[in-house]
């Protein structure tokens, strides 16, 4: 019979919901223990979840309760300081993204876990959208020929106030976002330009430009991102502060063009090919769901290296090259300039 899977789950916020709805649905794995230091926060998710074990104080933790495995969903300003509490303990960790707040942070995270041989895996979980799997098998079977243009939109009133939202969407849920000098493409577009190098390969240069309409905001809530990927060219087009959007809900919208066909993502979740020949199929996806689902695929990917062995996708090794897409992107931003770095 296969062992048990006994997890500690650190930071009881906005992400822990979905953190713990998906381990739930991991077979053979078992959230036994939370830690937070916010007391209250801290026994209202224990009562929702049902978990017994609590502790506002990691070090306190590592040494009353064993475990096989970290979460980390604490704020990533706090990641490297937990992280480099965790790997003492000598347990894999699965740390949300982004995995720091500054890219020297995060190179110290992943140099630090390789060093003391530690596994670590980052929570890097748009790429298991249902819709990107099925785009990833529709190019890998050659369903559009050879891919050369992708973008990659999402828009909506997140951090402007609306009728629905008179205190905006995203700020009561997200506080920190007030003071963050670096906002939109760190907290938000880190996702899409990991799943743009999961769908088309590593990024060799990028351009942006931002803008920071939103007052109540300290950093950009628009980007436009253009990223060489080799044979791709990948547009990511995203804003926090425009109308007439859903504003509780991620609204990508894709577009994927290739050599014999284009591939079409609706705000919906629907997926749309275009044949050159002139079909067109309509390719079902379920998205009932979807997003505990896109938590669970990355969190069950997690479990199932750790009973296999496997490689995580999203190691700290990967990671670090979508983080230095998005800290280069500033840089980019800052000097209005095109920033290289060549293939890997």
């Not at 506080?175 to 999961?198: A, C, G, N, W, Y």
């Not at 591939?263 to 749309?272: D, P, Q």
Request: hydrophobic share 45%; proline share 6%; with cysteine.
């Amino acid at each position: 019979m296969q062992k048990p899977l006994a997890v500690a789950l650190l930071g009881c916020g906005f992400a822990s919901e979905f953190h713990l709805k998906a381990w739930r649905m991991v077979p053979g794995a078992e959230v036994v223990a939370l830690c937070d230091p916010d007391a209250a926060r801290l026994r209202a998710r224990a009562r929702e979840f049902g978990v017994e074990r609590t502790f506002e104080n990691i070090e306190e933790m590592i040494r009353d309760i064993q475990v096989d495995a970290y979460d980390v969903a604490t704020p990533h300003a706090t990641h490297r300081a937990v992280t480099e509490i965790l790997v003492a303990a000598g347990k894999p960790v699965l740390c949300q993204k982004p995995l720091a707040d500054t890219l020297e942070d995060a190179r110290a995270i992943v140099d630090l876990y390789a060093r003391r041989q530690v596994r670590l895996m980052v929570n890097e979980n748009w790429r298991w959208r249902v819709w990107y799997q099925e785009i990833k098998r529709q190019l890998q079977v050659g369903a559009i020929g050879d891919p050369f243009y992708a973008r990659l939109s999402t828009r909506g009133p997140a951090v402007v106030p609306t009728p629905e939202y008179p205190e905006t969407f995203a700020i009561p849920r997200f506080p920190r976002f007030k003071s963050m000098p670096q906002l939109l493409i760190i907290e938000f577009l880190v996702h899409h330009i990991d799943t743009m190098r999961f769908l088309f390969g590593e990024v060799e240069s990028v351009y942006v430009q931002t803008r920071s309409p939103a007052t109540s905001v300290g950093g950009e809530s628009v980007a436009a991102l253009v990223l060489n990927q080799g044979p791709v060219l990948g547009l990511l087009d995203s804003s926090w502060a425009s109308y007439g959007y859903p504003a509780g809900t991620a609204n990508d919208i894709l577009v994927v063009e290739g050599t014999r066909g284009s591939l079409f993502l609706s705000a919906e979740g629907r997926l749309t090919l275009h044949r050159a020949d002139g079909r067109v199929e309509r390719i079902p996806v379920d998205v009932t769901d979807n997003y505990v689902r896109m938590y669970w695929g990355a969190i069950n990917h997690f479990a199932e290296c750790l009973r296999t062995g496997a490689p995580f996708q999203t190691d700290g090794a990967d990671n670090l090259k979508t983080l230095e897409v998005a800290f280069r992107a500033y840089e980019s931003a800052r000097d209005n300039t095109v920033i290289r770095w060549g293939s890997r």
